[in-house]
C-alpha cells in the first residue's frame, strides 16, 4: 500500500485541541469537523489541503486529550498519512482505529519540509520525499495493521473479518 501527496509541516507538541478545537467537539460527524482541522494552528489549511497530501510535525504530535475527534478530522480533511519524530500515544492508537496512517521517522520529520512532495510505501515503510530525492526508513506496517487501515478502521475491520 503507498500514499503519495504534499506535506504540510508543523512542529513539536501539535496537541488535539490545535488539530480540533475544543470549541467543535459538539460533534462527531468527520465531515463537519474536517472543517476546521488545524485552524488554530494554520488557518488556511482547509483550503490548502488536497486529498492525498501528508502532514509532517516534529515530536509528540496528537498529544492532549485521548478523543478520536483529532485524528478523524485530519483523516476528513484529506491528508493519507501523518508523518512525525513521535506520536503521543493514545493518538497512535486513535490513528490506527480509525484508519489513518501514521509513521514515526525522525529523521524524514527533521528534513521534508512544506510542500514538498512524498511517497509513502507502508509494506517497507520508505519515506522517499519526490522534490528532494531523498529517502527515509520508516517502521513498516505490520499486515495486520494495514488491514485495518485499508478497511478504515478497527471496527469496519472486526465486521469484515468476522462476519458470521
Known amino acids: 500500500m503507498q500514499v503519495h501527496g504534499m506535506v504540510h509541516k508543523y512542529g513539536n507538541n501539535v496537541d488535539t485541541d490545535v488539530i480540533i ?40 504530535f496528537g498529544c492532549g486529550s485521548s478523543r478520536e475527534h483529532a485524528p478523524l478530522s485530519i483523516k476528513c480533511a484529506g491528508i493519507s498519512c501523518v508523518i512525525a519524530e513521535t506520536f503521543a500515544r493514545i493518538f497512535y492508537r486513535n490513528a490506527i482505529n480509525i484508519g489513518l496512517p501514521i509513521i514515526e521517522c525522525p529523521e524524514a520529520a527533521k528534513e521534508i519540509e512544506s510542500q514538498d512532495k512524498v511517497l509513502i510505501d507502508f509494506d517497507s515503510g520508505i519515506i522517499y520525499n519526490q522534490t528532494k530525492n531523498t529517502q527515509y526508513k520508516g ?25 458470521d
Open 21 to 60: 478545537p475544543a470549541r467543535y467537539l459538539n460533534s462527531s460527524d468527520g465531515k463537519e469537523l474536517a472543517k476546521h482541522c488545524m485552524e488554530d494552528i494554520d488557518k488556511e489549511f482547509v483550503q490548502k489541503v488536497t486529498p492525498g497530501d501528508i502532514i509532517v510535525a516534529g515530536k509528540n
Open 139 to 163: 517502521q513498516a506496517f505490520p499486515e495486520f495493521m494495514q488491514k485495518i487501515i485499508k478497511t478504515e478502521g478497527l471496527m469496519n475491520y472486526i465486521n469484515q473479518t468476522y462476519k
